[in-house]
Structures are given as structure tokens and as C-alpha cells.
């Protein structure tokens, strides 16, 4: 059960210092739309500083809603570990991660951002050694599984998995296009990209032959 979603964006973080800071606000406006448009109301999104974090304790049921969410280049569902030592925070990690590398090769990656009494290479390597007899061996080039955490003070985030999201810019951050909706590939493709860019779509249709032709595209408009 994971109890959070780290999110990462791309394209957002190549603006200067005072845009990007308008697109985050509407990158976080974006999210928190979608997901109370599904009926995720209770989300909170906290900003860590260039990551932003999304707390909800049955976070897995989110991977579907946010994989459509413009403006998200990746996400991962993690669990939260607060620690008051580096071995509270290993007996942690492997308490939570053996049964994902059980007979299966494995990694581990770590990122550090605070003061600690240890590098980020030393905790991946005691972490590594933690698990080691839990799996079928480590594999540095072409693990079957990549344990990852993102430590900040003395809170740290265990992930897996991470999903790809669409990527681009957020909603309402690109102006407002028409787009010239016929019913075949090109206008919906066009839309999406549009879409990919922060554009709002308004959507045009010129029914020239009957309501054959306008219901065959109310089921693309409406996928």
C-alpha cells in the first residue's frame, strides 16, 4: 500500500526562474482538477522544491488519472519512511522492499538532499547488502527490479515503479486554439499535441453529411 506519489515534470523546468513558477502553480491546478473530476478529492500536493509530492494513502488507485494529465513527464507511487537514524531507515527499507526483489536481481539508487552522517553511495551499498540474501543477486546494468529512494532530512521516499505520464506542459499554460475537428487521424492527433503544449481546445465540426457522420465523431471527440 503506498501512502504517496512523487511527480516530476519536464519540459516546465527549462522556463526561468519567475515563468516556471507560473507553471507550477498551474501544473498543481491541473492535477488536483483531474483527480477531484474522478473523485479524489482528499489529495494534498506539497512542493519540495523543484519535486512535488502527492499525498493520498491508496496512491496506486491514481496511476490511471494522472498518466493523462499534461504537464506530468513521470510519476511513482512510493511509501514514506521517517527515520531518526541510517539504520532505523535501512531496517525500514528492507522490512518494505523484500518482497519485491525476492528471486529477482536488483539495484539500488538512492538520492540525498539535506545534512546526513552519510553520502548517498553508502546507503545504497548498506541497503544493497540488506537485501542481498532476500534476492537472486544484484545487478547493476539490467536489474529485474530498481529500488529507489529519495531521502530529504529525515523523511524518505521508497519507490519500485515509476510510470510515464504525457509530458509537455500543463493545461491553460499555451493560450486557446480551435481546432477543426473532422472525425479522421490528423484533427485528433493535432489536438493532443495542442493539448501536450498547455492549449485549451475548442473543437469545431462542420456536419456535412447527417447525424450518421456527427455520431461517428461524437465517439472520437468523447474518447
Known amino acids: 500500500m503506498y501512502d504517496c506519489i512523487l511527480l516530476r515534470y519536464g519540459e516546465i523546468g527549462l522556463k526561468s526562474s519567475r515563468v516556471r513558477k507560473i507553471f507550477e502553480r498551474q501544473y498543481v491546478d491541473a492535477i488536483k482538477n483531474a483527480l477531484d473530476r474522478n473523485g479524489f ?13 502527492l499525498l493520498y494513502k491508496e496512491a496506486d ?19 514514506i519512511i521517517d527515520f531518526k537514524s541510517k539504520q532505523e531507515l535501512i531496517d525500514n527499507v ?18 540525498r538532499n539535506g545534512s546526513h552522517k552519510f553520502t548517498s553511495m553508502e546507503l545504497a551499498s548498506e ?24 531521502v530529504r532530512n529525515h523523511a524518505a521516499h521508497l519507490f519500485t515503479e515509476s510510470f510515464d505520464g504525457i509530458g509537455g506542459l500543463p ?16 484533427s485528433p492527433v493535432a489536438a493532443f499535441q495542442m493539448l501536450k503544449k498547455g492549449c485549451e481546445v475548442d ?21
Not at 478529492?41 to 509530492?53: A, D, M, P, V, Y
Not at 519485491?100 to 539495484?107: A, I, N
Request: charged content about 25%.
Open 203 to 223: 473543437f469545431l465540426f462542420i456536419n456535412l453529411l447527417g447525424e450518421k457522420s456527427f455520431n461517428e465523431v461524437a465517439k472520437i471527440y468523447n474518447y
Open 94 to 111: 528492507k522490512k518494505l522492499a523484500k518482497n519485491s526483489v525476492e528471486g529477482k536481481t536488483f539495484r539500488v539508487k538512492v538520492r
Open 171 to 186: 493545461p491553460k499554460s499555451g493560450g486557446k486554439v480551435l481546432c477543426l475537428f473532422s472525425g479522421g487521424i490528423d
Open 127 to 150: 541497503i544493497g547488502e540488506a537485501l542481498y540474501n532476500h534476492s537472486k543477486g544484484v545487478d547493476l546494468h539490467t536489474p529485474e527490479v530498481i529500488v529507489s529512494l529519495e
Open 61 to 79: 488507485k491514481l496511476v490511471e488519472v494522472l498518466s493523462r494529465v499534461p504537464g506530468i513527464q513521470s510519476f511513482s507511487p512510493a511509501t
Open 41 to 53: 478529492s482528499n489529495c494534498k500536493i506539497n512542493n519540495l522544491g523543484g519535486r512535488f509530492i
